[in-house]
């Protein structure tokens, strides 16, 4: 039986954290949260669905992290396909114009698809 290795445990944590201190700000105040980024124009319920996707997501890995390998090949696809949708997204705004804090968000997701990408390889043995 396949086991979870540790790394990919501490990641779902701290992949929690991550999302959770982006998710909450841009629930309650997505305004004044965005603005910190340089990010003036916002739809606030656009704003605040992104926040519960993150809040949902990164939420999941806290629940999960203490469990078996099939939670984790599950969430792992979850994780990579968000992912790489939220990079497209980001790319395309960030050719349309997009505020230069947008590379900040768009490395943080290619960092994470990054890691998820590398465990799910890792657990189905391709390498």
């Given at each position: ?40 124009s ?5 704003a ?80």
């Amino acid at each position: 039986m396949k086991k979870v290795p540790k790394a990919l445990r501490v990641w779902f944590v701290v992949h929690f954290v991550v999302d959770f201190l982006f998710g909450v700000p841009l629930i309650i105040c997505p305004v004044k949260f965005l603005a910190l980024f340089g990010i003036e124009s916002v739809e606030m319920v656009t704003a605040r669905l992104v926040g519960a996707a993150l809040l949902g997501i990164g939420g999941v890995s806290l629940w999960t992290h203490k469990q078996g390998i099939e939670s984790y090949q599950s969430l792992l696809k979850l994780k990579i396909l968000w992912s790489l949708a939220a990079i497209l997204s980001l790319v395309i705004s960030a050719i349309q114009g997009a505020p230069i804090a947008i590379w900040g968000v768009l490395v943080t997701f290619l960092l994470f698809s990054g890691i998820w990408i590398y465990f799910k390889l890792k657990l189905d043995k391709i390498f």
